[in-house]
């Protein structure tokens, strides 16, 4: 089997939307198997190549913080060592698998993985940072993005977290995932089309009016926290600036610091309800070569989702997702917890 | 909290998505609990509704196969007891929340939610049955389907089956689910239009075009099984009909005895070749009300993932995928695999 292929991304062309295959990923460790093996000894931490110490373990170092610190670091920013794109831009093969051009589209697997490791110690999870150091962790996702913008062929950035096995991860040491693609997703064009569509009907961004008081779990000076009006999913929140801004990496050091504020008690208020869930957050912006007209009706936010339930042949197979729980009750909820 | 409140469907006006608020979901039972309690007995067989003299523990039948059949049915086609949509189809309340209109569309949460019950014995899973006895699981859906089709506010009927907990299920009784919409959802209304594009181009039925030697694993006199070229998930089965068809109800007697021979060999296959995961089986097919133009392009057909992994805040975040498996090795692997 064609395991040592470079990825490829690959047009579903009867949904019309796009996969990206990577045989390299497979081959990935995960520390969480221990759990399902009781014979395992829990070597976790001395065995972890995300450690302080471990460096030498971990693909190439892109950038640390403090920048110029030797082992005293705060966050690394690395490369993946099991990228599901490849760095290799010079590239320039576009593959075509079947017969017939239109309903077999691959283009070659471009772009950038990165891995960043949110903490030295193993047993810092982000919650158990201060206000100040998950706003150093934003403010580092904001650099790597910086450097991704120089790239004509990168077209996206997606930052997002894995907390927890049944969240996906497959790493205990807390880290996150920027991953710098070739391609506007889905998602993200969907969302342009939508906020469009409102901006044209209403003349505002979409984004810039949801402030209503039923929604609303806690705000700070430059953010509010809510559970949106229609949440896929339960008890999930997002995370959006006050004041107009379509791409993350506008964010400056007082807000990121700010909204380091918030995230932590949305983290902990998260933890203390729902009793430490598994989690995805994800960093939802603008795309970078962004029509300058898009820009009143782009507006970007974080996005947190516990993971409280399996996805089910309903959901994969409609795109509709089922919610038990009213976002104006599970607000209400997040709203009252007390934080000690 | 107002866990008393009928469904209501809203929509997502940042995604364009709809979702489904339903507080009686959270009060369905689930038998997988025991799992991961290991002092709790396995008495599943005796407390389960699903099976044969515990009829009166469901919610009401809506018929059984074969009809007439007093104890001995073998599938029973019911109503959900924690039904996700409301079946008071009389009820004409369109609430709306929040201040602006456009930012917060709901409508009332009506359509049915039924339970098919594959067999009537607890231990007998969909892959136990014979060829005949699939096809009349498959013949079964499609009366229910006839009878849906007589409401004019549905718009859509997705089937699909939770096999084991990882795949969402929650009863371990053979079963599958049959919603009907009172909206086109999210998955069929890309399809269509990508369907659309295509046969724009190219004059042809992008499903009828499938056929590329590379993907196949079986056929049958009616049907082929393939990996699609840019299948989503490792090892996801499409059954495709050969001949142009838009509607999953149009299958026959004699079709329906066809496929159900290629669905027990694809089922013995994954099962063999995968170690038996838990999976989601999922049917395709038109929107009811179809507009006839849409006929030449829409194309039924029968879709099935295997849950080999967790889905991470890369694909909630973009909708993009990551499979690590190429489709042509997985063909390739499925179609070797030798059934006893
Ligand atoms: N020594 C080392 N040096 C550098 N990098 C190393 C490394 N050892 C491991 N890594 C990388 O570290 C990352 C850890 O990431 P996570 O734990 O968040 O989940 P992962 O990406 O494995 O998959 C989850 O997230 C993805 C994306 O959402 C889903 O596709 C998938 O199904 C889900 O399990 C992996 O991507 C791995 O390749
Ligand atoms: N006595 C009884 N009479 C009649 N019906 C009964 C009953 N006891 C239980 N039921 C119903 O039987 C169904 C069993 O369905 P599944 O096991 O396929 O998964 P479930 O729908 O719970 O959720 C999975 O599938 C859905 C849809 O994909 C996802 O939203 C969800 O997260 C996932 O866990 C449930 O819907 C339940 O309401």
Redesign the pocket.
């Known amino acids: 089997m064609a395991t040592n292929r470079g990825p490829e991304i690959r047009k579903d062309a009867v949904h019309n939307r796009w996969v990206i295959f990577s045989p390299a990923r497979a081959r990935r460790p995960s520390d969480f198997k221990s759990k399902s093996d009781p014979n395992q000894k829990s070597t976790i931490q001395t065995e972890c190549p995300f450690c302080a110490g471990h460096e030498h373990e971990c693909a190439p170092e892109i950038f640390r913080v403090p920048p110029d610190s030797t082992s005293d670091w705060n966050i690394r920013v690395i490369e993946n060592l099991y990228p599901a794109l490849s760095r290799d831009l010079e590239s320039t093969s576009v593959e075509c698998g079947g017969d017939s051009a239109a309903a077999a589209v691959a283009v070659a697997g471009l772009g950038f993985h990165d891995v960043v490791i949110e903490s030295p110690e193993h047993p810092v999870h982000l919650i158990d940072l201060s206000e100040d150091q998950i706003g150093e962790v934003l403010l580092a996702y904001k650099k790597r993005i910086e450097q991704l913008r120089a790239f004509d062929s990168i077209k996206y950035v997606q930052v997002f977290k894995n907390h927890g096995a049944s969240a996906g991860a497959s790493m205990s040491h807390s880290h996150s995932q920027i991953m710098a693609l070739p391609i506007v997703p889905p998602t993200a064009s969907a969302r342009i089309q939508s906020m469009k569509e409102f901006f044209g009907q209403t003349g505002k961004c979409g984004l810039c009016q949801v402030r209503v008081d039923d929604f609303i779990i806690n705000e700070s000076s430059h953010f509010i926290s809510i559970v949106p009006f229609a949440a896929t999913y339960p008890f999930e929140i997002w995370i959006i600036p006050r004041d107009h801004s379509s791409h993350f990496h506008e964010l400056d050091s007082e807000k990121a610091f700010d909204v380091g504020g918030l995230l932590k008690l949305m983290l902990m208020k998260m933890s203390l309800q729902l009793n430490d869930p598994p989690y995805n957050l994800m960093i939802h912006t603008a795309p970078l070569q962004i029509d300058s007209t898009h820009l009143p009706f782009t507006h970007w936010f974080i996005q947190i989702v516990p993971q409280l ?7 994969l197979g409609t795109g509709c ?2 919610n038990p729980v009213f976002p104006e009750d599970a607000a209400k909820v997040l709203r009252e917890v007390s934080v000690p």
Request: no cysteine; glycine share 22%; aromatic share 22%.
């Open positions: 339930s399996v996805v089910g042949g309903f959901e997702y089922i």
